[in-house]
């Protein structure tokens, strides 16, 4: 029997027949997975409580022969409840979840799921922003699928003066030089942090609600165009 366990996050739940259901999640070492659920809609189904969405169980399954698998086992370990106590941060977690879903093929290594732990784990403190977690997971998931903008040259290749002013240019994916423009080193040196790190490592940032402000419309703007889609 080729039985597998791992840590897993689930991204989609979907019914079928009477009372199973298609679940979809992603690992650490197999990256992403489909496994049937069977009963899992009964009242006393045992599966049904590792599979909660915003959270981290332990699943066990069975490979099948073809890329739907059987589910065997979960158990709950991490719930992240906070996030559907605010409704704009429940709706954040449905789309890190349907994103991820979407673009990734399944072998999917294990830094999109620590991409999403990461993220989920900041999203579910209310104490810290919103926008943080939306920025830093969308910068994240570009430049691990190779689309993410150079935050250290102009779009002529140029190094960013210090103590210029930019704009940024959606179509070359990039910032230009332009007098009193709405953006300076403060906002682009923000989306490199952004990029690279955690997302908790960055609540101590100073002014890091103002410069969010103003460039989490950037982030969403590159993401529709070039890694969401939907």
Known sequence: ?????????????????????????????????????????????????????????????????SELHTLVSTRLDVHFGNIVKDIDRTMLGYDMLKILARVLEDEGGPEFYELLVGSLKVLDNLEAPKD?????????????LGHLPNFTHDIKGKEMAPDASFQFSLDDMGFFEIPSGPYNQNHIKLLRLLSHNTPDKLLSVAKLKDYLADVIPIVRSMARQYVIPF
């Open 132 to 144: 943080l977690a939306e920025a830093s997971y969308l910068l994240q998931l570009m430049r691990l």
């Open 1 to 65: 029997m080729n039985q597998l366990s791992s840590k897993a996050v689930i991204l989609t739940r979907t019914d079928y027949g009477e009372a199973d259901r298609i679940i979809t999640f992603l690992t650490p070492e197999h990256g992403k997975v489909r496994a049937i659920a069977k009963g899992v809609r009964k009242q006393k189904s045992k599966l049904a409580g590792g599979i909660e969405l915003f959270s981290i169980s332990d699943i066990t399954y069975i490979k099948g022969k």
